[in-house]
C-alpha cells in the first residue's frame, strides 16, 4: 500500500498541464467507443458465440458491463473526477480487446483496430499512475489555489 501511496503522490505532483489535453481525449474516445459497441451490439455477440464463452444471457450481461464502464468510465477521465479508478476498471477491457480481440482479427489488415486499442490502453496505463492534473474537476483537491 506504501508503493501505491508513493505512485500517486509522485504522479500529483509531476503532472503537465499539456497531459490534461491527452486525458480529455482519453476519456471522449472511452465515450465514442462505448457508443459504437452499442449500435454494433450484434457483431461483439457473434464474436463471443464463435469463442463459446457462455449462454445469450451471460453475453448480454457483459457487453452491457463493457458499454457502462466505457460510458461512465469516459464521462469521469474527460472530466477529471476518480481518473485512477476508472483507467483501473476499463484495463480489463482493453486487455481482453488487444490480447484476444484484435490479435485474432490479424494485426496488420488495413483498418486493424490493434494499434488504436494498444493505443488506448497505454494512455489507460499513464493515467493510471499519473492521475487527474490541473484541468480537472477535483484539481482544488490536488492543486492549492497557491499551487497554481
Known sequence: MNM??????????HHPKWLDY???????????????????????SNLMRGAFLGTAVSISLLAHLIIMLHLIGGL??????HTRVFCLV????LIGAVFFI??????????????????????????AIEGNGILSVE??????????
Open 22 to 44: 491527452f486525458r480529455i481525449l482519453l476519456g471522449l474516445i472511452l465515450i465514442w467507443k462505448g457508443i459504437d459497441f452499442y449500435i454494433n451490439m450484434q457483431a461483439f
Open 4 to 13: 501505491l501511496k508513493k505512485i500517486q503522490t509522485w504522479g500529483d505532483h
Open 102 to 127: 484484435n490479435i485474432s482479427g490479424g494485426i496488420f489488415k488495413p483498418y486493424s483496430e490493434f494499434w488504436f486499442s494498444v493505443s488506448v490502453l497505454t494512455g489507460l496505463v499513464c493515467f
Open 90 to 93: 476499463n484495463l480489463p477491457i
Open 76 to 81: 469521469a477521465i474527460t472530466l477529471g473526477t
Open 139 to 148: 484539481r482544488e483537491k490536488i492543486y492549492p489555489k497557491e499551487a497554481l
